[in-house]
Structure formats: structure tokens, C-alpha cells
Nanobody
Framework: QVQLVESGGGSVQAGGSLRLSCTTS????????MGWFRQAPGKEREGIAA????????YYASSVKGRFTISPDNAKNTIYLQMNSLKPEDTAMYYC???????????????????WGQGTQVTVSS
């Protein structure tokens, strides 16, 4: 059973930084997709960053490109989301997700991922 556990959320002032972590367990493949999503109250879940573990390419939504960085630590089965220059509109519950498919048509669509973490809250104050 694949399990994902996020950590690192918290409260920060605008312009600050946070680093989220997502540790996976139960994976049997060395190649799989990992994504970061967020969901603000009353809004749909939004894909913001993705990486293909074993391939290395990273992908970002326009809303976070240049400010957020997704990176893996394969030895720890962990991916990180470094978030810099945070804005109040970044306030949301952040989730990591995983899927073993070799090809995903839309890496930012929540339905493309089978496995999800429980989420970690990020609050950015102005």
C-alpha cells in the first residue's frame, strides 16, 4: 500500500519562504510521477508542480513558476516543495500525490494521481 505523508506547512508573512516535504512508502517502482497540489477554501484543487521520479524533468504551473521548486531526495523517498516569495493568495491546503503510470496526459489534473497525502496547511499573511 502506497502512503504519502506531507509536512512543513505553517504560517508565514508575505515574502517569506517555506519548504514542504512529502515522504512516500510502499512504492515498488523507481519511476513514478509525483505532484504537488493545493486547494484553497471554495476553490478547486490546483496542480502546481510535478516531477517524474527516475526522469528528473520538473513542471510548474504559471502561478508558481519562478517562486516554487520541486526536488527529489531519492535516498529518502522524499520530494520537497521549496516555496519562496510567498503571497497571500498562496494560502491553501497543500497535498502531494503519486502515480505509477509511465505517461500522464495531464500532470496537473488531480484525477491523474491514485495516491494522496493528508495535506499540510500553508497560511500567508499580508
Amino acid at each position: 500500500q502506497v502512503q504519502l505523508v506531507e509536512s512543513g506547512g505553517g504560517s508565514v508573512q508575505a515574502g517569506g519562504s517555506l519548504r514542504l516535504s512529502c515522504t512516500t512508502s510502499g512504492t515498488t517502482s523507481s519511476r513514478y510521477w509525483m505532484g504537488w497540489f493545493r486547494q484553497a477554501p471554495g476553490k478547486e484543487r490546483e496542480g502546481i508542480a510535478a516531477i517524474y521520479i527516475g526522469g528528473g524533468n520538473t513542471y510548474y504551473a504559471s502561478s508558481v513558476k519562478g517562486r516554487f521548486t520541486i526536488s527529489p531526495d531519492n535516498a529518502k523517498n522524499t520530494i520537497y516543495l521549496q516555496m519562496n516569495s510567498l503571497k497571500p493568495e498562496d494560502t491553501a491546503m497543500y497535498y502531494c500525490a503519486a502515480d505509477s503510470a509511465e505517461f500522464i496526459y495531464n500532470i496537473f489534473a488531480p484525477g491523474s494521481y491514485h495516491y494522496w497525502g493528508q495535506g499540510t496547511q500553508v497560511t500567508v499573511s499580508s
